[in-house]
């Protein structure tokens, strides 16, 4: 059976939460694929995630977050997200944008210590991205030209440094954001520190390493292709253990006519 095709975000439009979901999506010049799976029995946890398209089309921002805490404390902390997406949707700077978070984060985010997040911009013509990381854990970049699999850190020829503070530390903390040049083909893989933290029968924690490792083991024609082979591998680590915070995935894709 054919899958079937995936939704297409119109300008301005905002997409995203913090329930238990797994879908594909096309931004303009973007093949999305998002699984949550927030700590069982619940349907929403900690991690949120949310998509937007400019009023233009040109730009496509992409953000996965990470609350200390799950239930209902996390509402108010998504709908800050949501609101101060919608008010820099047209704008290519999002340092500005972590800087609000930040602040309106430690002025009401009552029950909640910290969040760290992982804001992506995409300029649909040049297929560049930028990049702001506060205190998350690193992506991965599928390089399809060379058929390689990078972890982003400061390590990385191609981004400088990732060195910001999670959301909700310290008053007015500085964003910097890094652009990266995505080519045709190129993957970008987006996850919370629930996957990497888990732990096999052996108490032996995953890592980022390792997870990396799974990626360039597996299939790199589909986000969701790449995003349930690595699932299926972090289960597969995992064995009996059951998991011990919410679990969520986002692959990316610069399109090949972009």
Known sequence: MAAEPADRMTCLEIRGGNRRECYS???PGLS?????RPLTPSAHGGDLHYMTVCGEGAISRVVLADVAGHGEIV???????????????NTWDQSLLLQELNDSFL?????????????LGHYVQSGEALFTNAGHVPP???????????????????AKEIADL?????????????????????????????????RDPQNSELGCERFCGFASEGPVDSPENVGAALFSRVDVFRGDIPAADDETILVLRRNANN
């Open 32 to 36: 999305a694929w998002i699984s949550c």
């Open 166 to 198: 999670p959301i909700g530390l310290i008053p007015g903390t500085p964003y910097t954001q890094t652009g990266i040049q995505l080519g045709p083909g190129d993957l970008l893989v987006l996850y919370t520190d629930g996957i990497v933290e888990s």
């Open 107 to 119: 002025a009401g985010a009552r029950g909640v210590q910290y969040a760290t997040a992982f804001v």
């Open 140 to 158: 991965f970049w599928y390089r399809a030209k060379e058929r390689k699999w990078l972890i982003v850190t400061d390590a990385t020829p191609y």
């Open 75 to 89: 509402g108010s902390v998504a709908e800050r997200l949501r609101e101060g997406l919608r008010q820099h949707v």
């Open 25 to 27: 999506v096309e931004l």
